[in-house]
C-alpha cells in the first residue's frame, strides 16, 4: 500500500507540474503524466511478475543477471543515445531505457550473493578487492556513460558492509576525506593546515586522555605558525602559503616523531600517519578538481559551497527551485496553483526537481507528509532486513535501504541548495519509466525474499 501510494502521489504531482489548460485531462496519453500512467501499469505488471518467481531463482541467478547489466552498460557506450550530453539510454521507438537504472540493483543482487558465500570473511582484504570491484566495474561504465551522479549512488554499499562487519574506521577514513576535500576547496592553504595541526592534536589529547599534553602541543604549534608567519612578514622572505605549509609541516612532524621516540610511539604514529593522510588528500583535491571534474560539476559545487554566486548561470536551475519551495509556505498554494513550475521558471520541473511542485503547491505540512512516508518506507525497509534468517536476504535488503536513502536524501538537498546537482531522480515521484520500473523491481525482489524470510536463500 505504501508503494502505491508513493507512486500515485508521484503522478499526481508530475501531472501538476507539467499541467496547462490546453490538455486538462490527466489521462491524456500524449502529456508526460498520460505517458508515466502506462509506465505506472507496466510497474504494477512487473512487480506481480517479480514477486510470482520463486525467491530462490534470484540468488541463484545474481551473477548471470549482473553479468548482463553490466553487458548492457557497455552496449549503451556504443550504441545508446545521448542526451544532455550523457549517452545512458537505449531508444526503442517512444521508450527509451536506461542501464544504469537496472545496474543498481543487480549490483546489489551480486553483492548479497558474494557476502552470503561460505567462505567470505569481510575483514580479509580479497574480500574487500572483490566488494570494490563488484561495485567498480558498473561504477566507472557508467562515469563512461558522463553519468557521474548514477554512479555517486554505488558508493553507499559502503554502509551495507558496514553493517555486516566492515571495520568502522573505514567509514572514518571516507568521511575524513569527504571533509578533507570540501574544506581544502573553502579554505586557503595557511587555514587549512591551521585546521588539521589542530584536529590531530586534539585526537592525539583523546588517544592518551590527557589535556595537559593537548594544552602543550597546541602552544607549541602555535608558536611555530607564529614564528613562521612574522619571520617571512618582517624580513620580506616572500615565502608563498605552499612553502609556509610545507616547512611548518615539516617542522611539528620531526617534533611529534621525536616525541613518540621518547614517549608514545603508538599514539603519536597513528596522528602522523593522520596528518599525512590529510595533507595527500588535500594536495590532491586541487587536481582532481581542475582536471578530472568536468566545468559544469564545479560550477555546481562552487554554488553549494558558496564559492560562486551565479543566479542567473549555473546556480539558476536551484534558485528558481528554492523559490518555488519557499512561496509554497506552511499549507502551499493548492493543487495546480504554483505559479513557478506552470510558468516554467524551474527547470526539470517534473523529474530532478519533481520536489518543487511538492514544497510549491503543498507547502511546508505536504513536504513533511512525502518526507514522512519515505521514512516509513525506510524504517520499514530497514525493520524487514533486520528479520530475514538468510544473511542474503538481509544483505540485500540493507542494499534496497540504502539506495533509496541516497535517491531521497540527494534528490531533495538539491532542490533546496544542500547538495550539487547531480541529475538523480526522486523514487516513484520523478517523471521516467526506467527509474520507477527499476526502483519497482528492486524493491518487489526483497518483498519476495520476506515472503520467504524462513527460508535459508544463498
Known amino acids: 500500500m505504501l508503494y502505491l501510494l508513493l507512486v500515485i502521489l508521484g503522478w499526481i504531482n508530475i501531472y501538476a507540474a507539467v499541467y496547462s489548460d490546453e490538455h486538462q485531462s490527466i489521462l491524456d496519453m500524449g502529456q508526460k503524466y498520460g505517458k508515466q500512467l502506462i509506465w505506472i501499469i507496466a510497474a504494477i505488471v512487473l512487480a506481480i511478475m517479480v514477486f510470482t518467481v520463486d525467491s530462490k531463482f534470484y540468488a541463484a541467478f545474481a551473477y548471470h543477471i549482473y553479468g548482463a547489466t553490466i553487458l548492457l552498460l557497455i552496449a ?26 537496472l545496474g543498481k540493483f543487480a549490483t546489489n543482487l551480486a553483492i548479497a550473493k558474494c557476502i552470503s558465500q561460505f567462505d567470505f570473511k569481510i575483514q580479509k ?12 566495474v558498473p561504477a566507472l561504465l557508467i562515469i563512461l556513460q558522463n553519468d557521474t551522479g548514477s554512479a555517486l549512488v554505488f558508493a553507499v554499499f ?4 558496514y553493517r555486516e562487519g566492515l571495520n568502522g574506521m573505514v567509514l572514518f577514513w571516507g568521511f575524513a576525506a569527504a571533509a578533507l576535500f570540501i574544506l581544502s576547496l573553502v579554505l586557503d592553504e595557511f587555514k587549512l593546515l591551521l585546521f588539521l595541526l589542530s584536529i590531530s592534536i586534539a585526537a592525539y589529547g583523546v588517544l592518551r586522555q590527557s589535556v595537559k599534553e593537548s594544552l602543550i602541543g597546541t602552544l607549541i604549534t602555535s608558536g611555530i605558525l607564529t614564528l613562521i608567519w612574522i619571520t617571512n612578514s618582517s624580513m620580506n622572505l616572500g615565502a608563498t ?3 609556509l605549509l610545507t616547512i611548518t609541516t615539516l617542522l611539528i612532524a620531526v617534533l611529534f616523531i621525536g616525541y613518540g621516540i621518547i614517549k608514545h610511539i603508538s599514539e603519536v604514529w597513528r596522528i602522523v600517519l593522520f596528518f599525512i593522510f590529510a595533507i595527500g588528500i588535500s594536495m590532491s583535491v586541487n587536481y582532481f578538481y581542475k582536471n578530472v571534474l568536468a566545468s559544469h560539476q564545479r560550477d555546481r559545487i562552487d554554488q553549494v559551497l558558496g564559492i560562486k554566486v551565479d543566479k542567473l548561470g549555473r546556480g539558476y536551475n536551484v534558485n528558481q527551485s528554492k523559490i518555488a519551495i519557499g512561496s509554497g509556505g506552511f499549507i502551499g498554494k493548492g493543487f495546480l496553483k504554483g505559479t513557478q513550475t506552470k510558468f516554467n521558471f524551474v527547470p526539470e520541473q517534473s523529474t530532478d526537481f519533481i520536489f518543487c511542485t511538492v514544497g510549491e503547491e503543498w507547502g511546508f505540512v505536504g513536504s513533511t507528509v512525502v518526507l514522512g512516508l519515505f521514512l516509513i518506507l525506510l524504517v520499514r525497509l530497514v ?12 544483505v540485500y535488503g540493507y542494499g534496497v535501504a540504502c539506495i533509496l536513502f541516497f535517491h531521497i ?3 531533495i538537498s538539491m532542490t533546496i541548495g544542500l547538495a550539487p546537482v547531480i541529475g538523480i531522480p526522486l523514487p516513484f515521484f520523478s517523471y521516467g519509466g526506467s527509474s520507477l ?7 518487489f525482489i526483497f518483498l519476495r525474499f520476506d515472503a520467504t524470510r524462513t527460508e535459508n536463500i544463498r
Do not use: C, D
Request: hydrophobic share 60%.
Open 76 to 101: 549503451v557506450l556504443f550504441l545508446g543515445k545521448e542526451v544532455n550530453g550523457a549517452r545512458a539510454w537505449f531508444e526503442f521507438g517512444n521508450i527509451a531505457l536506461q542501464p544504469a537504472e
Open 437 to 443: 520500473w527499476a526502483f519497482t523491481i528492486m524493491l
Open 125 to 136: 582484504m580479497r574480500s574487500y578487492l572483490i566488494l570494490i570491484a563488484i561495485i567498480a
Open 383 to 394: 525493520s524487514l532486513a533486520e528479520r530475514q534468517r538468510s544473511q542474503f536476504s538481509r
Open 158 to 161: 559502503v554502509f551495507v558492509f
Open 241 to 243: 602559503p605552499l612553502q
Open 409 to 411: 536524501a540527494i534528490n
